[in-house]
C-alpha cells in the first residue's frame, strides 16, 4: 500500500449518525444543565431539581430519538420517490435522458465528443446511468440519505449521555444543593465535547471548546436568572 493510501483514511459521515451523536450530546447537555440550574434558582429542594433532570433526560432522549428517526425516514422517503420518478423517466424515454446527460456534461465545460461517449457508455448500465442522473440532475446521493433507526439510536444515547452529566451530583446526593458540581461537571463535558468536535472536524480544539461553553454558559445562566426571578425565595 502506497504512502498515499496509508495517509487518507475518511470516515463515514454522511449516514447521519456522527451528526445526531455530537448534537445529541451537547443538546442533552445544555438543556439539562440549564433545565438543572433554572430549577437551581428557584430553589425547589434537592429531590425536585434531581426529579427534573431525570424527567429532562428521559423527555429529551425520547424527542430527540423520534425527531431524528422521523426527519431521516422523510427525508429518506423522499429521496427514495425521486430515485423512483427518475427511474421510470429512463425507462419510457431512454434517449431523451441521455440527450438530458450529455446536456448536463457539456454545461459542466466537458468536451462536446467526450460528453456524447460519456452519456452513451453510462446509459449501458441501466442502475449506472440511473445513480448519474440523481446525482446530476437532482443534486441527491441515495447512498447518503441515512438510516433512521441509527440515527435516532445515536441521537437518543447522545442526549441521554450528554443530559446525564450535570444531573450526576444529584442522584449520588440525598440532600443539600451540589449546584456547583453540577456546574462544574457541565463546564468539563462542555470542553470536552466541544474539543471533540473541533478535533473531528480539524477546526482547532480549543476554538470549538470555548465556543461549547459560551454556549453553555449562557444558555445556563439565562435560565438561572429566569428561575431565580420567577420562583426564587
Known amino acids: 500500500m502506497s504512502e498515499l493510501h496509508e495517509s487518507e483514511h475518511h470516515r463515514r459521515v454522511a449516514d447521519g449518525a456522527f451528526r445526531a451523536s455530537v448534537f445529541g450530546f451537547s443538546d442533552g447537555l445544555i438543556t439539562n444543565a440549564s433545565l438543572i440550574l433554572g430549577f437551581v434558582g428557584a430553589n425547589p429542594g434537592h ?43 429512463l425507462k419510457a424515454d431512454p434517449e431523451g435522458e441521455r440527450f438530458e446527460l450529455r446536456q448536463i456534461f457539456l454545461d459542466r465545460g466537458i468536451d462536446s465528443d467526450i460528453a456524447e461517449r460519456l452519456s452513451i457508455d453510462l446509459m449501458r448500465d441501466p442502475e449506472l446511468a440511473l445513480s448519474t442522473h440523481v446525482r446530476e440532475e437532482l443534486g441527491i446521493d441515495p447512498s447518503a440519505s441515512g438510516r433512521p433507526l441509527v440515527v435516532a439510536g445515536s441521537s437518543f444515547a447522545a442526549f441521554a449521555a450528554g443530559a446525564l452529566v450535570p444531573l450526576l451530583p444529584w442522584i449520588f446526593t440525598s440532600a443539600g444543593n451540589p449546584a456547583w458540581w453540577s456546574i462544574g461537571f457541565a463546564i468539563v463535558g462542555s470542553l470536552t465535547a466541544g474539543g471533540l468536535v473541533g478535533r473531528f472536524t480539524g477546526q482547532g480544539v480549543t476554538k470549538w471548546a470555548l465556543r461549547q461553553l459560551m454556549i453553555a454558559v449562557l444558555a445556563s445562566g439565562v435560565t438561572w436568572i429566569v428561575g431565580r426571578l420567577v420562583g426564587g425565595n
Open 47 to 89: 429531590n425536585v431539581v434531581r426529579l427534573v433532570g431525570l424527567a429532562g433526560l428521559v423527555a429529551g432522549a425520547f424527542s430527540m430519538g423520534s425527531g431524528e428517526y422521523l426527519s431521516v425516514r422523510a427525508q429518506k422517503e423522499l429521496v427514495d420517490f425521486e430515485v423512483s420518478v427518475e427511474r421510470a423517466a
